[in-house]
């Protein structure tokens, strides 16, 4: 899908690829993925080359080629917590960090791609992690996830909320910023601290079950990514980023608020 978009000086067009996506129709909604998740990455490895290594490689050649600039929405999912980045430290990962999780196909072809891509000067590369939307049907939307789930662990993670994020992309676009950047906002949040959230604005009915890495091992197929990516970057360049949980009071349970909160 092509869209335009008109400032006062200037019309810029921008080519979605992967416009029938959630974050792809979230950004033809504002201009105007795919459905297999981690878990079908493992079983269709072939696929899942062509679509994270061969698909993207060939758009950004193509563009390199027109002169164009390619905002590829990644992941952030390819490091886990380690010595250096340990759980609770407050350190994440840099965007200069090399990769250090391949615990899933899908983050290894990641991972992969993303050290391909940093050849190219044209590419502007976006982790994005675990994303976040105000629209609490769409199951897609990790609030949503979460909230069906009969059981959750419990981590603080680096997170992305599209509401505030996304626009910011569209104007990392219009600047030409190219690179590796940790496209979160700042800080981590756990599931526990965003299902208070959901209980506090939304249903003060609602509950939850916890169990841990062991037990969630027994449930999906491929191991999942727990991290904190550093927005230092992402911050500098635009000041008015809010941290993680203000963004998800602001952007996501306020507008949807159902209760009174004290």
């Known amino acids: 899908m092509t869209s335009s978009v008109n400032t006062s000086s200037t019309q810029h067009n921008f080519l979605i690829y992967g416009r029938t996506g959630w974050i792809g129709g ?13 878990d079908w990455c493992e079983s269709h490895k072939v696929e899942t080359v062509r679509t994270n290594v061969v698909g993207t490689l060939t758009l950004a050649d193509v563009c390199r080629e027109k ?19 340990s759980l609770g430290s407050g350190v994440g990962f840099k965007e200069e960090d090399v990769p250090n999780f391949i615990g899933s196909y899908y983050s290894k072809t990641k991972a992969m791609v993303e050290d391909l891509l940093a050849n190219y000067e044209n590419v ?21 996830k979460i909230t069906r789930y009969e059981k959750v662990v419990n981590i603080p993670n680096s997170m992305t909320i599209l509401d ?7 104007e990392m676009a219009k600047r030409n ?10 800080g981590v949040v756990s599931h526990n601290e965003i299902l208070e959230m959901y ?64």
Not at 26 to 31: A, H, K, M, R, Y
Not at 70 to 80: L, M, P
Request: hydrophobic share 35%.
């Open 26 to 38: 979230l950004l033809g909604n504002l201009c105007v993925t795919g459905r297999p998740n981690v």
């Open 67 to 85: 002169g164009v600039v390619v905002i590829n929405y990644a992941t952030g999912c390819i490091f886990e917590y380690d010595e250096e980045h």
């Open 124 to 144: 502007c590369t976006l982790r994005v992690r675990m994303p976040i939307s105000s629209d609490l049907s769409n199951p897609r939307n990790f609030i949503t």
């Open 164 to 170: 505030e994020l996304l626009p910011i992309s569209i």
């Open 177 to 186: 910023l190219t690179g590796i950047w940790n496209f979160t906002n700042p």
């Open 199 to 262: 209980r506090d604005y939304i249903d003060p009915n609602f509950t939850w079950k916890n169990f841990n890495l062991e037990e969630q091992a027994k449930v999906i197929v491929a191991p999942r990514s727990n991290n904190e990516l550093d927005a230092t970057k992402l911050k500098t360049e635009f000041p008015e980023l809010l941290s993680i949980k203000d963004s998800l009071i602001k952007y996501v349970f306020k507008p949807n608020q159902k209760t009174s909160v004290a």
